[in-house]
């Protein structure tokens, strides 16, 4: 594929081929198509969220539109698009969103409700943010009564 510009992601009509110019931008594309990378999170196509997503806070650690990402954690109606955004969220978090970031993913973490694979993301997002090395939910099935370190997650509640 050649070299994709920001009129290419506002025109593209075929989701995948849109989907696979977004895999394929590097981070020297960051300045010039972040802004149209941006409004592809609100796009109608959850792949399309999800892999935008993706690309901006995860790959190239945006700050602009983060608070796009921390909304999607828990309001984005597709499970794996809130996956994501709970990688973007430990992705983009710094010192002083640090605290905020970790409220948030608890908080998913600890909701029954939630599916398995997301409660599992913002479980690894937290291991993330901690810099704990173990990923467990990737392993096999997510379970939380075994797969989590509740002492761990408790201590994280505490502060």
Same mark, same amino acid.
């Given at each position: 594929m050649n070299h994709i510009t920001e009129a290419d992601l506002y025109s593209w009509n075929d989701p995948d081929e849109l989907l696979q110019a977004l895999g394929q931008l590097g981070k020297d594309q960051k300045n010039e198509l972040r802004e149209a990378v941006a409004a592809l999170l609100e796009h109608d196509d959850a792949d399309i969220r999800e892999e935008a997503m993706r690309t901006l806070f995860v790959s190239w650690k945006d700050?602009?539109?983060?608070?796009?990402?921390?909304?999607?954690?828990?309001?984005? &109606?597709?499970? &794996?698009?809130?996956?994501?955004?709970?990688y973007a969220v430990a992705a983009t978090s710094t010192n002083v969103t640090r605290q905020d970031d970790t409220r948030l993913l608890l908080g998913v973490l600890e909701d029954e409700h939630a599916e398995l694979p997301v409660r599992a993301a913002a479980y690894d997002a937290l291991l993330i943010l901690n810099r704990k090395s173990d990923f467990p939910t990737k392993k096999r099935k997510f379970n939380p009564q075994e797969d989590i370190d509740w002492h761990w997650v408790r201590s994280l509640n505490q502060n």
């Open positions: 700050q602009q539109w983060r608070d796009r990402a921390l909304a999607a954690v828990t309001s984005d &109606e597709v499970p &794996e698009v809130r996956s994501t955004a709970a």
